[in-house]
Structure formats: structure tokens, C-alpha cells
């Protein structure tokens, strides 16, 4: 066998794995399946290692930063208390809204409301930025510009 057709075999068996043969390219693969054992051997092998390779799963740094930093503790306490006095905050306003209806009375209700929101917020940003400083590093995607 020359060299042309062993170069025409390997492009006909890495075409066949890849599924990217044309309707006569498939004819002359499935002839030399038959006819070829040498052939069916390599296209059994090469089958075999990439069902092996595509069944492999990479965990990618980046995602093993974000993990880390979304289970450590301060990610966690920070996220949670955020959440609780913008949900307090809010909760306030809609008292006082109630409050407000039935007694017509002042009390300085609005400006703590306002406050849990507005700290509830920082802290939920503080977060977001703390964690985008922290995969900043290992961003894969930090070089592509649109």
C-alpha cells in the first residue's frame, strides 16, 4: 500500500468516527469494513477512544474557584444577611404603607426601611465584586474581545 492510500484510509477513518462523510466516501468506508480487517480494526480502536474521550469530564479551575468561594462561609453569611435586610427593608415599607393607612401618625419608618435596603444591596454587590476579583485570575474567557 503507498502512501496516498494510507493517507486516503486515515482521512476515510477520522471522517467515519466524525460522521462526516459524504454518501460516496460512506460507500467505499463500509466496503473496506467488509472487506478489510486491518481496516475494521483501526475503526474499532478509534471508536473505542473517542466513546472514551467524549464520555471524560474536566472540571475547569474557574469552576472549582466559584465553588470554593460560593460555599465559604463569608460568600454565604454576606449573601444571606444581604438578602434578609433587603427582605426586611421591604417588608418595613409595606408595615409602614399599613401603618400609614389605619393611624395617620409619623414614625420614622421610611429612612430604616430605606437603610436595610440600601445596606442589603451593598452587601449583595460587595459579593458579586468580591467574587469577580477572585476568578478574575482564572477567567478562560478574559482574552476574547467582542
Known amino acids: 500500500m503507498n502512501d496516498a492510500q494510507c493517507e486516503r484510509r486515515q482521512r476515510l477513518l477520522s471522517s467515519l468516527i466524525d460522521q462526516e462523510l459524504t454518501p460516496e466516501e460512506a460507500a467505499e468506508a463500509n466496503d473496506l469494513l467488509v472487506r478489510d480487517a486491518e481496516f475494521r480494526r483501526e475503526y474499532e480502536q478509534l471508536r473505542s477512544s473517542a466513546a472514551h474521550i467524549a464520555s471524560l469530564k474536566f472540571a475547569e479551575s474557574h469552576d472549582q474557584v466559584l465553588d470554593q468561594l460560593w460555599q465559604s462561609?463569608?460568600?454565604?453569611?454576606?449573601?444571606?444577611?444581604?438578602?434578609?435586610?433587603?427582605?426586611?427593608?421591604?417588608?418595613?415599607?409595606?408595615?409602614?404603607?399599613?401603618?400609614?393607612?389605619?393611624?395617620?401618625?409619623?414614625?420614622?419608618?421610611?429612612?430604616?426601611?430605606t437603610a436595610t435596603v440600601w445596606i442589603g444591596l451593598a452587601m449583595l454587590l460587595f459579593s458579586v465584586l468580591r467574587e469577580k476579583l477572585k476568578t478574575r485570575k482564572s477567567d478562560p474567557y478574559k482574552e476574547v474581545r467582542r
Open 73 to 113: 462561609p463569608f460568600s454565604r453569611f454576606s449573601r444571606n444577611a444581604g438578602l434578609l435586610l433587603v427582605g426586611t427593608g421591604c417588608a418595613l415599607l409595606v408595615l409602614y404603607a399599613i401603618y400609614q393607612f389605619v393611624q395617620h401618625g409619623e414614625w420614622n419608618v421610611p429612612k430604616i426601611a
